[in-house]
């Protein structure tokens, strides 16, 4: 009797179970169906525009955006860990599951980089280096310290890109490096920075793709000071050593990074918009635009044309300033759609490099990853769909009347559907379907840290 009734139980079980599995399947059928609907649809509405969707798929399929590791980590690194951040750095929150190890990063970035369609690239910092707990200083950082990088990032990313770490070490503790007074200081982080090129240039021969560096210094005063040229002569003098090498560009682009100010730089920063402006166009180098190193009132998009006129390339440090440079997650806002406006609009998109650099502890890292990709491909996606040449051509006759009316009805078209048929297209999930997905894997793996 015990027997029939566990044959019985066990029946019902698995009638149970093919009979969810069978209305998953036929709800997941549904969605489908629903989203080539909508997908019909918006392609249509958009073809009345002249606008070929598929064609607009397939194009943001082809740019990656350079994905920041930061974020999983709070800007920790794996140098020394337990350093107090420094710099101007600053990471706020204690969310539950941050990377301790290489190995756990690596891991957060495959899961955030599932959840987001397209392949991307990677950006690390010099104090992610993985030497297997051997302490390197950072004027000795070698290629052979990042081999795991680069063996991961074969098979995972597009390219990796790189930084120096100019920040969070006691010899950046009263807030100069490379412009600093004193000749040993300044030689320490040239060392530096030159060997972070050496590390971008290995990355660019081991994956196939040009490794963007970009050095950032967090130099400056908290307060009006007495000499404003001297550091900015010293900051020239030290690129200058940095850059006298000549690493092909095949393997790596050089970019320096403005900011108009900073914790403990509030006054004065030595390496000001202006005084990059003028040293990449007489060197030839790349200018990076960070979208929180300005006014709070000043967007970066405004930026993008007038440095592309005397700049063949342009990397672009995505964020979301809040009253400050406070790097929260991207929001897709005006200011990331002014941003991805001028990328489109320029035509040079295969010039410009999209990175993104937040870090917010407050929240599940990974889904700040997932959101902050995922709305800068939705920024780039809408910029696509705008009538760009219709645009022009009102504003060419004086027809600013159409040129408005036209802008204004955009913002209500059916993106949203192209985007979902982007997902779909490459294998990510669609709408909020994700967020399960981080839910699992915090409770599965995050929680176990």
């Given amino acids: 009797m015990k027997a029939i009734k566990s044959a019985a139980a ?9 009979h969810a599995a069978s209305h998953a399947a036929s709800s997941a059928n549904a969605k489908r169906k629903d989203m080539e609907s909508a997908y ?11 606008i070929d969707t598929d064609a607009v798929i397939e194009k943001l399929g082809n740019i990656p955006i350079s994905m920041h ?14 350093v107090e951040l420094s710099g101007g750095i600053q990471a706020t929150g204690n969310y539950p599951g941050r990377a301790r190890t290489a190995d756990e990063l690596r891991k957060d970035i495959e899961k955030a980089l599932s959840l987001i369609p397209g392949k991307h690239r990677l950006n690390l910092h010099a104090i992610y280096l993985d030497t297997g707990g051997e302490k390197v200083a950072r004027d000795e950082i070698r290629p052979e310290h990042f081999k795991t990088w680069a063996d991961w990032g074969k098979t995972n990313v597009a390219g990796i890109d790189f930084n120096p770490t100019c920040f969070s070490h006691p010899l950046s503790d009263d807030g100069l490096t490379l412009s600093h007074p004193k000749k040993e200081v300044r030689d320490f982080w040239i060392r530096h920075c030159k060997a ?13 793709t040009p490794s963007v560096n970009n050095i950032w210094i967090p130099d400056g005063y908290k307060d009006m000071p007495a000499d404003r040229m001297a550091p900015r002569k010293r900051l020239n003098e030290a690129l200058d050593e940095i850059f006298s090498e000549k690493i092909s560009a095949k393997y790596c682009l050089d970019a320096v990074e403005a900011k108009l100010f900073g ?4 006054s004065y920063v030595v390496g000001s918009n202006e005084f990059y402006m003028g040293y990449i166009v007489k060197n030839n180098k790349m200018l990076c635009l960070d979208a929180g190193h300005f006014h709070p009132t000043e967007s970066i998009a405004d930026k993008i044309s007038a440095v592309l006129l005397f700049s063949d390339r342009l990397l672009l440090h995505v964020s979301r300033p809040v009253r400050w440079d406070s790097d929260h997650v991207v929001s897709l806002n005006d200011d990331l759609r002014g941003i991805a406006q001028e990328i489109i609009r320029s035509g040079r998109e295969d010039k410009i490099h999209i990175g993104l650099d937040f870090f917010d502890a407050s929240i599940n890292r990974i889904a700040a990853w997932a959101i902050g990709m995922r709305n800068m ?8 769909l705008e009538p760009s040449d219709m645009l022009r051509g009102f504003e060419k006759k ?28 490459k294998g990510a999930p669609v709408g909020i379907e994700w967020l399960e997905s981080v839910r699992e894997y915090e409770k599965n793996v995050l929680s176990e840290r």
């Fill in 196 to 208: 972070s090129r050496k590390v971008a240039e290995y990355f660019g021969r081991e994956l196939g």
């Fill in 377 to 384: 491909q939705k920024a780039l996606l809408e910029a696509m």
């Fill in 10 to 18: 066990s029946h019902v079980a698995s009638h149970a179970a093919s």
């Fill in 40 to 50: 019909t649809l918006a392609s249509a509405k958009y073809a009345e525009l002249g």
């Fill in 263 to 266: 914790i403990g730089s509030e």
């Fill in 398 to 425: 004086g027809d600013l009347t159409s040129r408005l009316a036209y802008l204004e009805e955009m913002k209500t078209y059916p993106a949203a559907a192209v985007w979902n048929k982007f997902c779909a297209a």
């Fill in 69 to 82: 590791c930061w974020q999983g980590d709070d800007v920790r690194g794996f140098e020394n860990p337990d």
